[in-house]
């Protein structure tokens, strides 16, 4: 257990709907990154929050949103949802250790777009 | 342009003897790698890093080797037990310049036989 949670952990939905991810980092991670894996392109970085501010962002599309709150839970709102969307999401917090961060994961959200 | 390769997509291990994972990559400014282990329908879960600085941090059973001037790296796991069948990936950030997001590599799953 990583200490990283995510809910839900399976989301069904239909095409042009909008969706909530929810991600708790570790206690005391300031950091938190969001990810998506698809079957053809791996694992794809779309976005990082530190301490409530946006700080680096990826190929995250303009559909895609998220945000910090002040407890440092983040979230991912996905609409106008595509096929092509479905999709495993997971998000990291990091740690920082001798100027090296690592992240560590939850267990993610399986998105399945209908 | 994918800047972190694992061109073996699968390799198979017989139980105590050596596995050894692959990971190119392409940008110089990459300055400390990871690896991860990922079971079906869970998260990446970390395994071993090294910073640029070094050639090679060793955790147990896992040791990470870095070839900067090759732009390779290579995990080796001795010995190996069927516990460690799971899809390895490799990741590089650059701290530097461009913050703590991870590119990952494509994954390399291990089969370790009994």
Redesign the interface.
């Given at each position: 257990d990583?200490g990283?949670t995510?809910t839900p952990k399976h989301l069904i939905t239909a095409t042009g709907q909008r969706v909530t991810l929810r991600c708790s980092p570790r206690s005391g991670d300031l950091?938190v990154?969001w990810?998506q894996q698809s079957l053809d392109q791996?694992?794809?970085?779309l976005i990082?929050y530190y301490n409530g501010e946006e700080?680096?962002k990826?190929n995250i599309l303009e559909r895609f949103s998220a945000q910090q709150f002040p407890d440092l839970h983040s979230e991912l709102n996905l609409s106008s949802l595509e096929l092509g969307d479905s999709a495993l999401y997971?998000c990291?917090s990091?740690v920082m250790a001798g100027?090296?961060?690592?992240?560590?994961?939850?267990?993610?959200t399986?998105l399945l777009v209908l | 342009d994918q800047q972190v390769k694992q061109n073996s997509p699968s390799l198979s291990v017989q139980e105590g003897r050596i596995s050894i994972l692959n990971c190119d990559y392409t940008n110089s400014m990459f300055d400390?790698f990871?690896w991860?282990k990922k079971y079906p329908?869970?998260?990446?879960?970390?395994l071993i890093?090294i910073?640029s600085i070094k050639d090679k941090n060793e955790d147990g059973r896992f040791t990470v080797f870095l070839n900067k001037s090759a732009k390779h790296l290579s995990l080796h796991i001795v010995p190996s037990q069927p516990g460690d069948s799971a899809v390895y990936?490799c990741?590089a950030?650059a701290?530097g310049n461009?913050?703590?997001?991870?590119?990952?590599?494509?994954?390399t799953e291990l089969s370790v036989k009994p």
């Open positions: 990583s990283v995510q950091s990154y990810y791996g694992l794809q970085f990082q700080r680096a990826g997971f990291a990091s100027g090296l961060e690592t992240q560590y994961f939850g267990p993610g399986r | 400390y990871l991860y329908a869970e998260g990446p879960t970390f890093s910073s990936f990741a950030s701290l461009q913050g703590g997001k991870l590119i990952f590599g494509q994954g």
